[in-house]
């Protein structure tokens, strides 16, 4: 529980302490590596064809000042136009070669970017997909999409152009150094003057655009949630008149996005400026000081002009390291937050040795169960209770007391704190996955349905089952004869969360999706919830038919459904305080009489 929480909450920060940054950085690093060396060998063959792009591109001044110097001359004052091909043949060489070089690199790195984004989205739908109920019950599914949608397009823009421009620009600038350096040590020593002012630009403005853009994250992160919970939750917005204040709302996130997308522009527009500045009292160094020592004799004006090209190419990179730093920021304050859910562990992890069931009879005991969600209040205390295989048990009881919390215990949705739930007396914990999902089923009051057909959502729980068992569990459950009233009987699209089909019928097909699954112990949480008393009494020969032979365990308030169990336990406050048929207990004087007595006057 203790990562899952820590986890979703430092989703909405940003004002990590410095040994907070520091390992987060050192995760993300570490999230970078295992993407990059399943491609080791094409990383290597794209750092050898960009070193090899940029030597022939810092190449260029060199041969311009030989020609001015040597070849020139040797034209002008002796006709001889054999050094001037010779190096006019090198530069085009080096021109073509370098574009050629350029184009190859950026299939290459393009190609590196695409597989390690294909396997980080990946990554992130499967492990988010197994992480555990209690991970998406707290953590919303807007940042979900967040983190699969604009943080990997952040990572992508980041891998397409931002590290080429710091290759580039890095490669470039000390190759260029190098370059000047060989031909003027002077005008070298410049650039080593002018370094220093640079380092602090540099350092001031990576320091300031980090904070920038981990609050870029964090604010576009809440822009995507409440986008989709509004789109999500637009019937009830709209009964209740909700969108002057969700658009109050979310234009304030919207207004947020803004502001702090300016404040990275304006830390950008103050570095440009004072990278230019830098620039150009360099250049203008390199030009007084070239001009003193031609009047000298000792320089040449080749020799100048290659300088002066090399100090301004040494500058030109450094605006394409700047805009790498800008994509790097908003790129780690990216890879940060994916790189959280990925750390994020199960908190109903597999079991290193499962115990295979493969024909579970249903028998299900509580043995001295203690659970609480997190750090809250206990919801069952020391809760133990025995349900022989083929018992259909109801559970009764107002709102809290623990009813809903049994159900995803017997489902392991959940652990216990304490003790242990056990199916044919093997602990769930224990239990191989495949046998636990095949014998146990939940069928809740959201009766979700998937983008497909009717019949693709019925064979949910059995994707092989033949189209003859998919309708023979619809009229098992009385399902058959509106799927056959629809456009295209069972190849009806439902559409999103089952737009074509009423709350009732939704349920319907959840019936007969568990119905087909044929598990061992069945769970309907609130599963007639949604349908009116005439469908409810309609349905119960379906009931019967989908409880007989299995252990069913049936929550629900209206005690019409709970008449049809074998066994009813009336729960309050996480303890069973009443268990018996509901015969005997309707002609008692407790709890469960009373609220049969008050459900009956309430239909008269």
Known sequence: MSSTVQGTAGEDRSDYTRE??????????????????????????????????????????ALLGLGIKEALPAVLERSDWGPAWLIGGAYLVTAVGGASLLAWYDILAARVTQNVLLDLRTRVFRHTQLLSLEFHESYTSGRIISRQTSDLDTIRELLNGGLTQLVNGVLYGAFTFIALMIIDWQSGLVLVVAAVPLAFLMRWFYLASQRTYRDSRVISAKVIVKFVETMTGIRAGKAFRTEPRNEDEFGDLAMDYRDVNMRSIRLFGTFEPGLMAISAFSIGIVVLWGGVRLTWGEFSVGLLLSAVLYVRNFFTPLQEVAMFLNSFQAASAALEKVSGVLEEEPTVPDPTAPVALPDARGGIRFEDVTFAYGTGRVILPAFSLDIPAGQTVALVGTTGAGKSTLAKLVSRFYDPSKGRVTLDGVDLRDLHPRDLRRAIVMVTQEAYLFSGTVADNIALGRPDATFDEIVAAAKAVGADAFIQSLPDGYHTDVNKRGGRVSAGQRQLISFARAFLADPSVLILDEATASLDIPSERAIQDALQTLLADRTAIIIAHRLSTVAIADRVLVMEHGAVIEDDTPEALIAGTGKFAQLHAAWRESLV
């Open 20 to 61: 907070e940054s520091k390992a987060i950085r050192r995760r993300s690093l570490k999230l970078l590596w295992s993407l990059l060396r399943p491609m080791r060998g094409q990383v290597i063959l794209v750092g050898i064809v960009v070193v090899a792009q940029t030597a022939l591109r810092v190449l260029g001044p």
